[in-house]
């Protein structure tokens, strides 16, 4: 999970490379059944980048990071934020 910490650091906030780096670190905190963390990390990504400025990437990470939470009643917002997205 560093990798993606470490990228987003060096990125600015809201950029299309930080977001792609904390989608990348929201799946992996979904990996080890962290679903607020991941979920948290997804909303501040969500609440930072415009939706018409979010790369096809993220928004297919932030899909595949539903699936990975999906059951988990935090990720029901979440879901809806993402099926909002298109």
């Known amino acids: 999970m560093a990798n993606p910490v470490a990228s987003a650091r060096l ?8 977001a792609t780096a904390m989608a ?8 080890q059944h962290q679903a607020q963390d991941a979920v948290g ?3 501040n990504l969500l609440e930072a980048v415009p939706f018409n400025a979010l790369r096809v990437n993220t928004v297919t990470r932030l899909r595949d990071l ?6 988990q009643s935090a990720a029901r ?6 099926r909002a997205l298109g």
């Open 66 to 71: 539903v699936g990975d939470l999906s059951g």
């Open 41 to 43: 990390l997804a909303e």
């Open 11 to 18: 990125k600015r906030v809201g950029s299309p490379g930080w």
């Open 77 to 82: 917002g979440l879901e809806e934020r993402v």
């Open 24 to 31: 990348v670190h929201a799946r992996a905190e979904a990996a």
